[in-house]
């Protein structure tokens, strides 16, 4: 138990710390509220309006899949250094790992999940852009013309 006192020391340091803060901030913090201290603060610009449009839901997916990303490479780092020292364990180890954050990966982007934003919205409001052209309708068959289609 005696090798466990640092951590519960700091642990209660850190509560005592948090509480004393708090109950200060509510003893000496001073209670005059002009309007001036209501208004939100913009770099000195007042809102005019409000925000257009808040962010979709899939952008913070996509938020999120990227700061899933950056755990895995953070975790990827002392595999690489000790690799050789792992063999085959790890690199198994590190498949298995790895595995999920790829298909969660594949499935956003078949999705359409990192498809988002200005250009999304341009291209999907687009004249040019019809839900009837595939690459059947426009991808030439070089080497067909003048032959029979042959029924797949």
Request: without cysteine.
């Amino acid at each position: 138990m005696g090798q466990y006192l640092p951590v519960v020391t700091m642990a209660v340091l850190a509560v005592l710390f948090a509480g004393v803060s708090l109950v200060m901030s509510r003893l000496l913090a001073p209670r005059r509220s002009t309007t001036a201290k209501r208004a939100p603060y913009e770099s000195g610009i007042l809102p005019a309006h409000d925000t257009p449009e808040r962010f979709s839901v899939r952008f913070y997916l996509v938020a999120m899949l990227f700061v899933i990303f950056d755990i895995e490479i953070i975790f990827l780092y002392p595999w690489a250094v000790t690799y050789r020292d792992l063999g085959a364990f790890g690199l198994v180890a590190v498949v298995v790992f790895s595995l999920p954050v790829i298909i969660s990966l594949i499935y956003e982007i078949s999705n359409g999940g990192l498809d988002w934003g200005p250009l999304h919205q341009a291209r999907r409001q687009s004249p040019l852009v019809s839900e009837d052209r595939t690459t059947r309708t426009t991808v030439r068959r070089v080497g067909l013309e003048g032959r029979e289609e042959v029924p797949a």
